[in-house]
């Protein structure tokens, strides 16, 4: 399993934090697509890369976190100054022209999800795809018989979000691998014995993803599996089941690492959830972008993609993934 790294959760929440560096350090800078612990875990990634390399690294996490308010922040910190961003573009499609311009004037890479047709150096994240994959891999062994299956998302704007969706509907329904496979949102989908009856959307907004689950347990009442895609999905699934008392009737799987999905799944109430490697985003991007700001191109990967590797997380390994998380959060405390 790969090492995991804790910093508060509130650090950088609101304001840029300014990196450790000496006054004449390269500067780069590190941005979210928002405020989530899953960033935190990102965030001191970075800062490592910062402590080790000797570079001064402002870590930013727009709030809230809206096309408009990261493209201000990343303007912000090109008026201030700075040699290299690393950023995870809320909408890399309609963002790319924006991060071209970006580009233009700084190293620029992405990481956690990508514009790829832009003008960036690298993208350093997971196959969302083939992690997609694993996450169905868990509801499809869970239920053999097949069911109806519930997606739910912050937004498909992202084409983390978009490839996470396509590798789970890909997986259920038993087709073959097709990164490039895109079924429309508001499609009923069938096959292999499963149907995915709705695909949710909630705008990062922890209350409407409650909503969400809540007006689609209402209207399947034989729903078989809800699939949370981004980190707080799968609570706020679990909030909803609690309030219909259905936890342990449907089934759920998860993406990432929060607190209440790891207490989930150690009560028998979550499948499993698939972790993405979030501490290596932010130590990649830094060491990346130092070397680009020295000349050095040679940790670019070849294909343009670093991709870091998940875990995915049940009951058989959650208490060895704890205790490696416990083992981190002891170490980063000095």
Known sequence: MWKYVLIPALVCALFACGGGGGSGATRLAFVSNGVDPFWDVAAAGARAAERELG?????VFPSPGTIDE???KVQDLLVRGVDGIAISPIDGANMTPFL???AGRVHLVTQDSDAPASKRRCFIGVDNYAAGRACGRLVREALPSGGKVALFVGRLEQDNARL??????DEL??????????????????GGGFTIVATRTDDSIATQAKANAEDVLVKHPDLAAMVGLFAYNAPACLEALRGASKVGAIKVAAFDEQDATLAAIAAGEVLGTVSQNPYQYGYQSVKILAALCRGDESLLPPSGVLATEPT??????????RAEL?????????
């Not at 996470?164 to 509907?169: A, F, M, N, T």
């Open 55 to 59: 570079v001064s690294v402002t870590v």
């Open 70 to 72: 990261q493209r201000q």
């Open 100 to 102: 071209d311009e970006v």
């Open 164 to 169: 996470r969706r396509q590798g789970v509907i």
């Open 173 to 190: 329904l038993g087709r073959s691998v097709d990164r490039t496979r895109q079924d429309a949102v508001d499609a009923e989908l069938s």
């Open 312 to 321: 995915v997380v049940t009951a058989a390994n959650l208490a060895q993934f």
């Open 326 to 334: 416990a083992a981190a959060i002891a170490a980063s405390k000095g």
